[in-house]
């Protein structure tokens, strides 16, 4: 009998993935589950990716990745949050769950405690727990899911180390305004609290400019990826921009987990990077944020998303697990609330996909609740 390291009793099977796993076993499903865009690669970038494959740019990079893209990254991101920080470096990862690894790894220690907020991406807690941390959840949903100053002074205490701070939100779509963002770096710094800012939906923020945590907090460690912006989540291509310091410890840790990222990834996002696509992305991510909020405000308690392609109801008497089978029974895929919360009253729903597909499942949604 095989036995396991006790880290792994902390862990267990992400029901987003039992979810999407489901939609192979239904047959024309409607799948609101994985968060990933229904629009494809754009041209200039599959055409680079191609470029390189044919190139021979098919072997190893450096760790920290190429250094016209570490360079390309950080200038461009420097430029778009208009940060004035200095000594700022850029790391090259394997999607931002590769940076949100690495960066974990390298800055969390037994015992130290890390902020939550709850609800959260469902990634957060086991990271913590594997690092044999102490995950502290915030529960935001006094305030409409918006974490605060306030709150965050509520769970802070001498073992605090590292707040989570994801901005837009998966799963409830939440994203801060400048003068949030400000007022929670400011209880940071205030109790030495280093953020860790999981940005990857920085394209994806309809309401108000998106602000990064970086412009406003010296505190702060930004991670984020191309997936959703570029609509290519499988090739696992990410980045974290930092602190020199932290920066080089997640660079040593990367040379012996993940290598590095993927060279013909890293070679086409040179491309990427000259294209602006957030405009368009947020015209039409707009679009059916406004589809999903107006079909589903009239059947259940739901706050307006500003971000991300998530929105997060409650579902009818407060029984998700219920709701969700019963979505289920009519080929509709949802995630259940616990999988991303303390709590099982809200369910999240996806709405990266056809239009035509998401009015028709929504529909069939509302029609559940009012029954």
């Not at 294209?275 to 739901?302: C, G, H, N, T």
């Amino acid at each position: 009998m095989v036995k396991f390291a006790r880290r792994m009793d902390k862990i267990e099977v992400s029901g987003i993935r039992r979810m999407f796993d489901l939609v192979n076993g239904i047959k024309n499903p409607i799948d609101f589950s994985l968060g990933q865009p229904d629009f494809d690669v754009p041209e200039p970038v599959r055409e680079a990716a191609k470029k390189a494959i044919d190139g021979g740019n098919n072997r190893y990079t450096g760790t920290q990745g190429l250094a016209s893209l570490q360079e390309k990254v950080l200038k461009h991101f420097q430029k778009k949050y208009k940060l004035a920080r200095k000594g700022d470096k850029a790391l090259i990862t394997a999607g931002a769950t590769g940076g949100l690894f690495l960066a974990s790894m390298v800055l969390i220690d037994e015992g130290d405690e890390v902020l939550i907020p709850d609800p959260y991406f469902v990634l957060y807690g086991h990271l913590v727990n594997v690092c044999h941390g102490k995950p502290v959840f915030i529960d935001t949903y006094s305030t409409q899911f918006r974490l605060t100053p306030e709150l965050v002074e509520k769970y802070i205490t001498k073992k605090t180390k590292i707040l989570f701070f994801n901005n837009p939100v998966n799963p409830t779509g939440i994203a801060y305004t400048r003068d949030e963002i400000r007022s929670i770096c400011a209880v940071a710094k205030k109790h030495d609290i280093l953020i860790l800012s999981d940005e990857v939906y920085d394209s994806f923020c309809y309401d108000f400019p998106f602000e990064s945590a970086l412009a406003h907090c010296d505190n702060a460690l930004l991670v984020g990826a191309f997936s959703k912006t570029f609509g290519l989540p499988g090739w696992r291509i990410g980045y974290a921009i930092g602190p020199a310091d932290i920066i080089d410890k997640m660079t040593m840790l990367q040379q012996f987990t993940y290598v590095c990222a993927s060279s013909v990834g890293q070679q086409a996002m040179l491309q990427g990077l000259d294209l602006d696509p957030d405009q368009w992305i947020a015209k039409s991510y707009k679009k059916k944020r406004d589809l999903a909020y107006s079909m589903l405000k009239d059947a259940f308690d739901v706050v307006k998303p500003q971000g991300a392609f998530y929105i997060y109801p409650k579902a009818p008497n407060g029984d998700a697990e219920s709701f969700v089978k019963k979505a289920l029974d009519h080929k509709i895929i949802i995630v259940p609330g616990k999988t991303c919360s303390s709590r099982n009253s809200h369910f999240r729903l996806s709405y990266a996909v056809n239009d035509d597909v998401l009015a028709k499942g929504l529909e069939v949604l509302r029609q559940l609740a009012r029954k």
